[in-house]
């Protein structure tokens, strides 16, 4: 159901702490703002002293999708794509898997959602994330 | 120094639009440059400037370059990006020849879409984008679906619904029908719309684009050298350039405007034109919710109300702003924005035939909004002549009430 993720110098230690089912940005050291993807520099205030920091794994759907075309060989469709809006920012927004069918009712933007993470065969060890629906407005 | 009305585009061409072209993009950017510049009547010894966007899938614009003979290349520009790229690059030529880099240069977008480099197929391999990373192990991957993860946010928004969306495929497919160059000519309506298959959730097959193989070519010089040439200049009164985040916003919590409504007012500044002043627009769709996204974004209809622009038929020729004239990408072919601005400078030529905005003096061409490639660009174009606006100000959008007409 997925692909191994390839990795750069930058995200080798987010892709390790998911690997560790745990779920981590970075911080500004400066402005305490938080950032992801990994970069060397803060947007907002230009320091480059920061650290990974865990987060709640919490958010709120900020939109999905519904493949109903095979986009990737061994990836079967229909599969869901979330976008999740975290609790910690805004801003922080990313991509990740969905536990439950893809036309689950309770599926719309607003639902709260909680990181899960699911093993993903390959080297390095690797997860990637798969979101529940904690309570949905629908 | 300003850029506005100092250089104008003196030439346009086209290769054919086909599902196979058989020949490679060199070839195909060759065939359009040689097509523009007879347009414009200037020998391919006179080009000294080469300029062209694309993302790992098209000929390296030095080997055009050479190709087409040039000694002494006294501007080149080989920019990596898609669709967001497209007008900054007749931009660049812009600024090569008002600042005297360059004489004459020919910019283009020279494709295989469909049989070589297909964005939206299976089994390509990744862009060279780091951000690419955190999506392809979910399987997602493509233009169609991470445009439909912005297509719904923004429907959400608006309170968008189906028919709002294939209302913008139809008026599209209509003007196509008009055109002898465009791809798709048959008829649609809106229960073929509805019915069309799935592609992501919420965009259907008539929401995306089509894949072409094709090149366009545009020819860039002083406007006061082009008004000696073939044909009637089409001033480049303004351009600009905007964005800067991504799907990964760092920045931008709200995907439901793009980085078009921060470039705007400065595109509309830049031109002295405002947004009630343009005849006809050509806004770049490589999806059908990026028009009405763009609508709002350059000011032109009101937030929420493009839905009832579309249905009182405001975008279709003989509405208040013709929309997408050629039939955009959805009907005419996908040339990643640059025949969008082909099509701008045809109709204010007056040379559109058929699908010919009446009077159509002033068009705002656009390049994708932001978003994938992070980047935007846009332009104003103008008839030669008489400045026809002296504003300098971008004046309201049009709200229900209309633009005045």
């Not at chain 2, 497209?86 to 020279?110: D, K």
């Not at chain 2, 009182?312 to 050629?326: E, I, Q, R, Y």
């Given at each position: 159901?997925s ?13 390790a702490?998911l ?24 947007h907002?205030?230009g ?6 920091q ?30 999740v809006r975290m609790?910690?920012?805004p801003?922080?927004?990313l991509?990740g ?11 719309v ?5 909680e ?16 979101w ?6 629908a | 120094?300003?850029?506005r ?12 639009y ?7 993009t ?8 040689g097509?523009?510049l007879?347009?414009?009547?200037i ?7 080469v ?15 050479q ?7 006294r ?12 007008h ?6 812009a600024?090569?020849?008002?600042t005297?880099?360059?004489?004459t ?20 391999a990744a862009?060279?984008?780091l ?18 993860m ?12 189906p ?10 497919r209509e003007?196509?029908r008009?055109s002898?160059?465009a ?13 069309s298959?799935w ?10 684009c ?10 860039v ?12 200049p089409?001033l480049?009164?303004?351009?600009a ?6 799907l990964?916003s760092?920045?931008r919590?709200?995907a ?14 830049a031109?002295g ?7 006809v627009?050509?806004?770049y769709?490589?999806?059908t ?20 622009f ?14 997408n004239?050629?039939g ?8 990643h924005?640059?025949n969008?601005?082909?099509?701008a400078?045809t109709q ?17 061409t ?5 978003y994938v490639?992070?980047?935007c660009?846009a ?9 026809v ?11 229900n ?5």
């Amino acid at each position: 159901m997925s692909v191994h993720p390839s990795m750069d110098r930058d995200s080798t230690e987010w892709w390790a702490s998911l690997a560790a089912h745990a779920l981590i940005f970075q911080r500004c050291s400066e402005c305490q703002t938080w950032r992801w993807p990994a970069r060397a520099m803060c947007h907002a205030c230009g320091a480059f002293a920061w650290r990974w920091q865990p987060a709640s794994g919490r958010g709120e759907v900020a939109s999905w999708i519904v493949n109903h075309h095979v986009f990737l060989p061994g990836v079967p469709a229909p599969y869901v794509v979330l976008n999740v809006r975290m609790a910690e920012q805004p801003d922080l927004v990313l991509p990740g898997a969905f536990e439950g069918p893809y036309d689950d009712p309770r599926l719309v933007i607003g639902a709260q959602v909680e990181a899960g993470f699911a093993d993903c065969p390959g080297d390095p060890p690797a997860a990637l994330l798969r979101w529940r629906i904690i309570q949905s407005i629908a | 120094m300003m850029l506005r009305d100092r250089t104008a585009v003196a030439g346009v061409g086209w290769t054919e639009y086909a599902k196979n072209s058989g020949v490679s993009t060199l070839t195909l950017a060759l065939r359009a440059i040689g097509s523009a510049l007879d347009d414009a009547g200037i020998r391919h010894s006179d080009v000294d400037g080469v300029a062209c966007h694309r993302v790992g899938d098209s000929v390296q614009a030095v080997l055009v370059a050479q190709a087409l003979g040039i000694k002494d290349l006294r501007y080149h520009l080989d920019m990596f990006g898609g669709g967001g790229t497209s007008h900054q690059v007749v931009a660049h030529a812009a600024m090569a020849v008002a600042t005297g880099m360059a004489e004459t240069v020919v910019c283009w977008r020279a494709v295989n879409a469909r049989s070589e480099f297909r964005m939206g197929g299976t089994g390509r391999a990744a862009p060279d984008a780091l951000e690419f990373q955190y999506q392809l192990p979910y399987g997602y991957a493509t233009p169609p679906q991470q445009y439909a993860m912005l297509a719904r946010a923004w429907m959400h928004a608006r309170d968008a619904k189906p028919e709002d969306l294939g209302r913008v495929a139809i008026a599209q497919r209509e003007h196509a029908r008009l055109s002898p160059r465009a791809m798709m000519r048959t008829p649609l309506d809106m229960d073929a719309y509805l019915a069309s298959r799935w592609i992501a959730e919420p965009l259907r097959l008539y929401d995306c684009c089509l894949e072409t193989d094709a090149a366009v070519a545009v020819v860039v010089t002083s406007a006061e050298r082009a008004r000696d040439l073939a044909q009637p200049p089409v001033l480049i009164a303004g351009a600009a350039t905007g964005g800067g985040h991504t799907l990964f916003s760092n920045g931008r919590a709200d995907a439901t405007v793009s980085a078009a409504a921060e470039l705007a007012p400065r595109l509309y500044a830049a031109a002295g034109i405002g947004p009630r002043e343009v005849d006809v627009a050509q806004l770049y769709d490589a999806f059908t919710f990026l028009v009405p996204l763009q609508l709002e974004d350059y000011g032109l209809v009101e937030r929420g109300e493009t839905g009832g622009f579309y249905a009182d038929g405001h975008a279709s020729l003989g509405g208040l702003l013709p929309v997408n004239t050629h039939g955009g990408h959805l009907s005419e072919g996908y040339v990643h924005g640059l025949n969008h601005v082909a099509e701008a400078v045809t109709q204010l030529r007056g040379a559109a035939g058929a699908r010919q905005v009446a009077g159509a003096e002033v068009a705002l061409t656009t390049g994708q909004p932001g978003y994938v490639g992070g980047t935007c660009s846009a332009l104003i174009l103008r008839r030669d002549g008489d400045p026809v606006h002296s504003s300098g100000q971008a004046t309201a959008p049009m709200g229900n009430e209309g633009n005045g007409a």
